[in-house]
């Protein structure tokens, strides 16, 4: 993806937010919350990671005959205002504070995350320069898919700091959260360049596969990459965590179960619990499903985008998923 669809899609932010805020205090409080978009876009260019909420946008775009670039960029934009008032809440819910806030309340904070997933999506799409019964579906779309990605977290939210977490259910929380999120993008993009109700659904399945298998990665690289281990730090059943727990006898669970709790305060226990898990087949087994994920993902594609040359984009993003080598250093079979 060029460097300028991420700085078209930022400078169309930056006017829309002037735009809708009422008053100079609201206007200012989005656009602090915007900071922490433009921050995830540099640090994810500087890993050459991929920025799903524009990435997939313009690819899916690219890949048929596209409407003009101002309504991509303006979609492109809803999305990724999705992605930020989700990263805004989960942040809260974690009790995480990244450092543009500054002097910002919790409150301000929570009412800056509820009023970029809330309300501004939902304007862009209003005001897409498209035929009304378009934008209509385009609408119902936007909210189904935020139904389901908060179903989904609730789903999440239940299990943490549970006793007996079941894999199954910990990994439709994962579909349900990150898988439809990117199938709603994906969706939307379909949509918007006018394919037919069939190429929409495989877009679909091809954003729910790959948002599922990109999840289960970003969960083992933080178990065993990450220094502060900040998914044991908040007590997050993952799911290498919700397997190894399934694999506990009932005379070993409530030990390990202890450890996990006060892992939540204490690094040396987290260490002690990343250890363990470490020590067993569980994450290689999340890395599988994964990759079998991703093989879903792009069958779904090539089904969408049977042309090989209008599918190079797609493929180049797909094909850019794999597994951190450190990863597998840090993990026995």
């Not at 989700?86 to 409150?107: E, K, T």
């Not at 862009?124 to 209509?136: F, G, K, S, T, Y």
């Amino acid at each position: 993806m060029t460097v300028d669809h991420y700085a078209r899609v930022l400078r169309w932010l930056e006017r829309f937010i002037a735009e809708a805020a009422q008053g100079e205090p609201q206007r200012r409080l989005l656009d602090t919350a915007l900071e922490g978009l433009r921050r995830h876009i540099a640090e994810s260019r500087a890993d050459d990671v991929t920025i799903p909420s524009i990435d997939y946008l313009f690819a899916i775009c690219a890949a048929v005959q596209a409407p003009d670039l101002g309504s991509v960029t303006a979609l492109a934009g809803a999305c990724s205002l999705v992605f930020l008032g989700l990263d805004i809440l989960d942040d809260a819910a974690d009790g995480d504070r990244p450092p543009h806030w500054g002097d910002c309340s919790a409150a301000e904070i929570n009412l800056a995350g509820a009023t970029v997933l809330s309300t501004l999506p939902a304007l862009a799409v209003a005001r897409l320069d498209i035929p009304a019964d378009l934008r209509a579906a385009m609408q119902q779309t936007l909210s189904c898919g935020l139904l389901r990605m908060s179903a989904g977290q609730h789903a999440d939210l239940a299990m943490t700091d549970t006793g007996i977490v079941d894999p199954e259910r910990v990994e439709a929380s994962v579909i349900g959260k990150s898988g439809e999120q990117l199938a709603t993008y994906c969706t939307l993009a379909a949509q918007l360049v006018g394919l037919p109700q069939a190429q929409i659904a495989d877009y679909a399945e091809m954003g729910r596969h790959f948002g599922t298998a990109e999840q289960l990665l970003s969960d083992c690289h933080e178990l065993l990459c990450d220094p502060d281990m900040r998914d044991l730090a908040h007590g997050a059943r993952t799911l290498p965590v919700a397997l190894y727990l399934a694999r506990l006898g009932n005379h070993e669970r409530p030990a390990f179960l202890a450890l996990l709790d006060r892992a939540r305060h204490d690094k040396t226990a987290r260490l002690e619990a990343r250890d363990r898990i470490r020590a067993t087949g569980v994450v290689r087994r999340v890395l599988v499903k994964a990759e079998l994920y991703r093989q879903h993902a792009r069958r779904a594609a090539a089904r969408a985008c049977p042309a090989e040359s209008p599918r190079r984009a797609l493929d180049h993003i797909l094909g850019g998923f794999g597994v951190d080598p450190a990863m597998l250093d840090n993990t026995s079979i």
